[in-house]
């Protein structure tokens, strides 16, 4: 419980851990204002402001319910200021207000089908002009990441790993901490895990493996792929 209690004070920026990061509303904002640059096109955070200027009707009870759950999302953001200084995942409160009140926008936009038909044509070329410098740069990385990350993102599946993990490969956290990942050490540890959980397939390091027969027994019992010089991954199904 005090370990919870220490971390809720931490993210509500109120402890002496938070209190190095320096953490003011002007810089909360600019923060805000860059990751919302940096996670989406100009176009999209621009159609998204003429829609909160434009859409003065709050009183509605369709807006008004999209304007009090926006900006509850937004306070979340200030009130767990350390979320937005450090993770960049806090992009995802900002998707349901920008996606839903430009939706609404330009579905109640005053225009012939036609007419509306060409806007939306118009906005989402602009879009993809403008974002696929930004697409660009994510297919440079997916195809420059370390090769075990780049397998793990493409094999779907719960998976165990006989290693710690190199702080190295953060990106590879991205992807554990979204599947049932457990660390097994011996063949005891891997086989009582194998009868509580299903898992897709086991990464193994050989050369920081302590139990080589454990080794021996993954290769001579399931198929296998080397990754790297580093990564062996056995494929349990």
């Given at each position: 419980?005090?370990?919870?209690?220490?971390?809720?004070?931490?993210?509500?920026?109120?402890?002496?851990?938070?209190?190095?990061?320096?953490?003011?509303?002007?810089?909360?904002?600019?923060?805000?204002?860059e990751?919302?640059?940096?996670?989406?096109?100009?176009?999209?955070?621009?159609?998204?402001?003429?829609?909160?200027?434009?859409?003065k009707?709050i009183?509605?009870?369709?807006?008004?319910?999209?304007?009090?759950?926006?900006?509850?999302?937004?306070?979340?953001?200030?009130?767990?200021?350390?979320?937005?200084?450090?993770?960049?995942f806090?992009?995802?409160?900002?998707?349901?207000?920008i996606?839903?009140?430009s939706?609404?926008f330009?579905?109640?936009?005053?225009?012939?089908?036609?007419?509306?038909?060409?806007?939306?044509?118009?906005?989402?070329?602009?879009f993809?002009?403008?974002?696929?410098?930004?697409?660009?740069k994510?297919?440079?990385?997916?195809?420059?990441?370390?090769?075990?990350v780049?397998?793990?993102?493409?094999?779907?599946?719960?998976?165990l790993?006989?290693?710690?993990?190199?702080?190295?490969?953060?990106?590879?956290?991205?992807?554990s901490?979204?599947?049932?990942t457990?660390?097994?050490?011996?063949?005891?540890?891997?086989?009582?895990e194998?009868?509580?959980?299903?898992?897709?397939y086991?990464?193994?390091m050989?050369?920081?493996?302590?139990?080589?027969?454990?080794?021996?027994?993954?290769?001579?019992?399931?198929?296998?792929?080397?990754?790297?010089?580093?990564?062996?991954?056995?494929?349990?199904?």
């Open positions: 419980m005090g370990n919870l209690i220490d971390r809720l004070l931490f993210r509500l920026n109120l402890n002496a851990e938070s209190r190095m990061y320096k953490i003011g509303f002007q810089s909360l904002v600019a923060t805000i204002y990751n919302s640059r940096k996670y989406f096109t100009n176009s999209l955070l621009s159609i998204f402001f003429i829609s909160l200027v434009l859409l009707k009183r509605e009870k369709e807006i008004g319910f999209l304007f009090v759950s926006s900006l509850s999302f937004f306070l979340i953001l200030f009130l767990f200021s350390n979320i937005t200084w450090i993770h960049d806090f992009v995802l409160f900002l998707v349901f207000p996606a839903t009140f939706s609404v330009l579905n109640r936009i005053n225009l012939h089908k036609k007419e509306k038909a060409i806007l939306l044509l118009t906005l989402i070329a602009v993809l002009l403008e974002s696929y410098h930004s697409y660009a994510i297919h440079q990385w997916f195809i420059t990441s370390p090769p075990i780049k397998f793990v993102a493409e094999n779907k599946g719960n998976f790993v006989t290693y710690y993990e190199n702080p190295d490969y953060h990106q590879f956290r991205f992807y901490d979204l599947r049932k457990k660390m097994v050490r011996d063949k005891e540890e891997f086989l009582r194998l009868l509580n959980e299903d898992y897709n086991i990464i193994v050989p050369e920081k493996l302590d139990d080589k027969n454990f080794l021996l027994y993954l290769r001579k019992n399931f198929r296998s792929v080397k990754v790297s010089n580093e990564y062996e991954v056995f494929y349990l199904k």
